[in-house]
């Protein structure tokens, strides 16, 4: 895609300008959208107010506002990087939002967009019937930390531990940790699965690991191949990943604990292949699938 840079500059003025003008620009260069927004208005709109450092509740009035020309320069080379590289909004502004929390995001972990967000706003009502109870909680394969560290902020008193096996992502993770300033609460810890957890019970193991089957990954838009495959990929079918957690979750859950994990599409080939397991798949009020809970007892018996 070619961008006549000074024609831009000189014909658009105002944020309003901008954001009509980067939507219609996504829209004609095909670009996917699945990494936080849902359209190329919002796409739009969340780079250029992130270029002109406003915040993402601007009143609208504000959108009249006229831009210096240094200002129009900024907002389109934002502009221009996500329509040239396709890569996802999150990726260029370093951040991403779950359950309303802020993160710091880049290319070592997924962008936060799982529908577990809704699960613990909820405290896993009603599969928990108390969440006073909660003492020790699990974030297994958690990336940028964004379940875990959400989890902590609806079990204040819950102590929650961060494992993943990629160095990179514990990276991301800390920093976040550090950022939500809960340190004394969230312990990272570098772990292939449940590797480095030996002697560790928890009232809640919760996870969204690699579910994409290999040949839904090539097919995937792009913007997906930005961000690391390792968080992703999951073999032939998809399910490598989760069929090793089931087989492993029962030593370290306590005796009510629960099991919450994230198939996504891979629900359908986990149920012909394990046609037997009572899995209970949870219904989300903003969208969203493939999300199974197990309870101890039933882990047990796999």
Known sequence: MTINHDDVLSSLHTLRDFIRWGASQMNEAGLHFGHGTDNAL?????????ALRLSLDLHTEYLQSSLTFLEKQAVLRLLERRLVERKPAAYLTQRAWFMGLPF???????????????????????????????????????????????????????????????????????RNVAEHGLEDQVEV????????????????????????????????PAEYHHEPRLGLAAGVAGLDVV????????????????????????????????????????????????????????????
């Open 42 to 50: 919002d796409e739009a709109a969340a780079l250029v107010l992130h």
């Open 104 to 174: 710091y995001i880049d290319e070592r972990v997924l962008i936060p967009r799982s529908p577990l967000a809704e699960l613990i706003e909820r405290q896993f009502a009603p599969w928990l019937p108390d969440s006073r109870e909660m003492e020790h909680i699990l974030d297994l394969g958690t990336g940028s930390g964004c379940l875990g560290i959400a989890c902590a902020y609806a079990f204040p008193d819950a102590q929650v531990d961060l494992a993943d096996v990629s160095a990179d992502a514990l990276d991301v993770a800390r």
């Open 189 to 220: 810890i570098q772990s292939d699965l449940f590797s480095a957890l030996k002697g560790r019970r928890y009232d809640l193991i919760i996870s969204n690991p690699p579910y994409v089957a290999l040949e839904e990954l090539d097919a995937l």
């Open 243 to 302: 069929l090793e957690i089931l087989q492993q979750a029962a030593d370290f859950l306590k005796r009510d604990g629960l099991l919450v994990v994230e198939v996504g599409n891979a629900q359908y080939a986990l149920c012909e292949a394990l046609p037997d397991v009572p899995f209970t798949w949870l219904e989300f009020e903003r969208g969203g699938q493939g999300v199974f809970l197990l309870n101890a007892a039933q882990v047990r018996r796999l």
